[in-house]
């Protein structure tokens, strides 16, 4: 990956509302679009990956959708929680070759 | 599984002196990487190895930063001499890399907990 930008810096929602975070890649090369939640003080993990061989993806209350024409994706977070609260970074790359990662979502649920 | 093992948690340095981080991937993960994260932005990678190559070090700052995996197990992370705007977390993060396959084939990044590093 090249450069990657990634909207909005900050995001506030109501508990149950949902939240959604876009980010845009310029190397046409990339195939692999991870995306990671960090607690404050703790490492970034995981939460879910996309492939270019698709353009959706869900796991429970998370879902990636994956333009690859528009060249962005974006993490959808449907009846959000408190716990939902962190910061998350989207990343792309060539598999796991040379991540690059977005500048981060700050996301707060309101209870 | 046990995960990715970092060590120190915490370092606080004088600029000019030198530092060094330990890394202990996931067992069996041929692939380590060292991620600097500053603070407010997101992890930007310094070095890749594959086993005990060097895969990519095209971000790292070779004037003052050195990595070396020897065994192709654990890995050492080196500034010298830091500067003020070293001051960030030095996270750790391992995968596995199917032999055989392409790149797309790698497993996600498992990362450690990294370590805070203070440049005063």
């Known amino acids: 990956g090249e450069n990657v930008e990634q909207h909005p810096s900050t995001l506030s929602v109501q508990e149950g509302d949902s939240a959604v975070i876009k980010c845009t890649y310029s190397?046409?090369?990339?195939?692999?679009f991870p995306w990671y939640k960090q607690e404050l003080g703790k490492r970034p993990q995981l939460i879910i990956d996309?492939?270019?061989?698709?353009g959706e993806k869900k796991d429970q209350r998370i879902a990636v959708t994956l333009n690859k024409t528009a060249k962005h994706f974006s993490l959808h977070i449907t009846e959000t929680q408190p716990e939902d609260s962190a910061v998350y970074f989207c990343?792309?790359?060539?598999?796991?070759?040379?991540?690059?990662f977005g500048t981060g979502t700050r996301l707060t649920i309101i209870p | 599984e046990a995960g990715v093992a970092q060590s120190p948690r915490y370092k606080i340095i004088e600029k000019r002196q030198s530092v060094a981080f330990w890394c202990n991937p996931i067992?069996?993960?041929?692939?380590l990487y060292w991620y600097q994260q500053i603070l407010g932005q997101g992890p930007k990678l310094l070095i890749q190895?594959?086993?005990?190559?060097?895969?990519?070090d095209s971000q790292l700052p070779k004037d003052r930063f050195s990595a070396e995996r020897l065994k192709g197990v654990d890995s050492t992370l080196k500034i010298q001499p830091a500067k003020l705007e070293d001051s960030a977390v030095y996270l750790c993060?391992?995968?596995?890399?199917?032999?055989?396959?392409?790149?797309?084939?790698?497993?996600?990044?498992?990362f450690g907990n990294g370590t805070r590093l203070t440049v005063t």
């Open positions: 990343a792309e790359g060539v598999g796991n070759e040379k991540l690059t």
């Open positions: 993060a391992s995968s596995l890399k199917f032999p055989n396959r392409g790149s797309s084939y790698n497993s996600p990044l498992h």
């Open positions: 190895f594959q086993n005990n190559g060097v895969v990519d």
């Open positions: 067992s069996g993960h041929a692939t």
């Open positions: 996309i492939r270019s061989n698709v």
């Open positions: 190397d046409s090369a990339s195939n692999y």
